[in-house]
T-cell receptor, first 113, second 114 residues
Framework: DAGVTQSPTHLIKTRGQQVTLRCSPKSGHDTVSWYQQALGQGPQFIFQYYEEEERQRGNFPDRFSGHQFPNYSSELNVNALLLGDSALYLC????????????FGQGTRLTVV | AQSVSQHNHHVILSEAASLELGCNYS??????LFWYVQYPGQHLQLLLKYFSGDPLVKGIKGFEAEFIKSKFSFNLRKPSVQWSDTAEYFCAVNPKAAGNKLTFGGGTRVLVKP
């Protein structure tokens, strides 16, 4: 039973560029959430996708956008990258939107130079 | 907006010592509570959860946590730690009205000396 998989594992981008991160949820899960974890901090909620729609959003600017596909996989896009966007980006999957347990992937380490 | 505070950023202890990590949250409504653990080089894993019922919950690897509603706390405990418990521990809160959104504390790095 595959867990949550994310790609790529590491990424280096230049300030001002755009980046796309990918996530495949755990088998049987239909909800994907994205979190940003800056160094030395806990993960912060970016947004959540369910039934191919953004259902909830945290306190992140519109530069952060996402998508969910019919097979429940998801993408996180960040435009106009800033140095402060450097972080570990975590994908979490769950079943439904009613407070179910979230399973996390290994994350994508994004470095903006 | 809700927030989660973990009182200790770093904890160092010897094997067989007891561990208690504090977690307090600010939210007036009904919540689900979680402790996640991140072992070196690994992904976040669920240690234990509280949804309702008995406020003393038991998780994997001998960990337990107690929900004290009046104190808005959900402290994690283990009577006797092992070197393999070296990890970062995160407390997380999910208001029942907020779907699956988790608010995490800042984490506590635990180092167990052999």
């Amino acid at each position: 039973d595959a867990g949550v998989t994310q790609s790529p594992t590491h990424l280096i981008k230049t300030r001002g560029q755009q980046v796309t991160l990918r996530c495949s949820p755990k088998s049987g899960h239909d909800t994907v959430s994205w979190y940003q974890q800056a160094l030395g901090q806990g993960p912060q909620f970016i947004f959540q996708y369910y039934e191919e729609e953004e259902r909830q959003r945290g306190n992140f600017p519109d530069r952060f956008s996402g998508h969910q596909f019919p097979n429940y996989s998801s993408e996180l896009n960040v435009n106009a990258l800033l140095l402060g966007d450097s972080a570990l980006y975590l994908c979490a999957s769950s079943l439904g939107t009613g407070g179910a347990v979230a399973f996390f992937g290994q994350g994508t380490r994004l470095t903006v130079v | 907006a809700q927030s989660v505070s973990q009182h200790n950023h770093h904890v160092i202890l010897s094997e067989a010592a007891s561990l208690e990590l504090g977690c307090n949250y600010s939210y007036g409504g009904t919540v689900n509570l979680f402790w996640y653990v991140q072992y070196p080089g690994q992904h976040l894993q669920l240690l234990l959860k509280y949804f309702s019922g008995d406020p003393l919950v038991k998780g994997i690897k001998g960990f337990e946590a107690e929900f004290i509603k009046s104190k808005f706390s959900f402290n994690l405990r283990k009577p006797s730690v092992q070197w393999s418990d070296t990890a970062e521990y995160f407390c997380a809160v999910n208001p029942k009205a907020a779907g699956n959104k988790l608010t995490f504390g800042g984490g506590t790095r635990v180092l167990v000396k052999p």
